[in-house]
């Protein structure tokens, strides 16, 4: 599996499961030009490659390499909406990639860190661990 692959399994899985849960709610992809919304929640997500490194040799001599990395998904919620719905909506994100894999790429338990308030907004960052397996 190359980062592209795994940018685009975990975009599709996080997309059609969102889409499931909060409709109303947007996210900004990578390199996405539509501006955020001035009065509505809405998530912003990345995928960050970590590490890689070797960590064992295939049967026809290839060598096996574990690429980590962490998906992150930023939350806002505007002023008024509170803390509640920050994290109701970062729940919900974090329950879509708790765990989940596909062929060659595991998710492990996903992190919260809450930001500061920004002239009203509020903002939580979760982050989700991966790891996936590459012949070479």
């Known amino acids: 599996m190359s980062w592209r692959a795994e940018l685009l399994a975990l975009s599709a899985r996080f997309a059609g499961q969102w889409a499931l849960a909060e409709p109303a709610v947007p996210v900004r992809w990578p390199n996405d030009p539509t501006p955020p919304p001035d009065a509505a929640p809405w998530l912003r997500f990345a995928v960050v490659p970590v590490d890689a490194r070797a960590v064992g040799l295939a049967v026809d001599g290839q060598r096996l390499y574990r690429h980590a990395g962490l998906v992150t998904l930023d ?35 996903p992190r919260l860190a809450l930001g500061e308030d920004d002239q009203g907004w509020s903002r939580a960052t979760v982050t989700v661990p991966f790891a996936r397996d590459s012949l070479f």
């Open 75 to 109: 939350v806002f919620a505007p002023p008024g909406q509170g803390r509640a719905r920050l994290l109701e909506l970062a729940d919900r994100a974090a329950a879509i990639l708790r765990g989940w894999s596909a062929p060659g790429l595991r998710c492990a338990a």
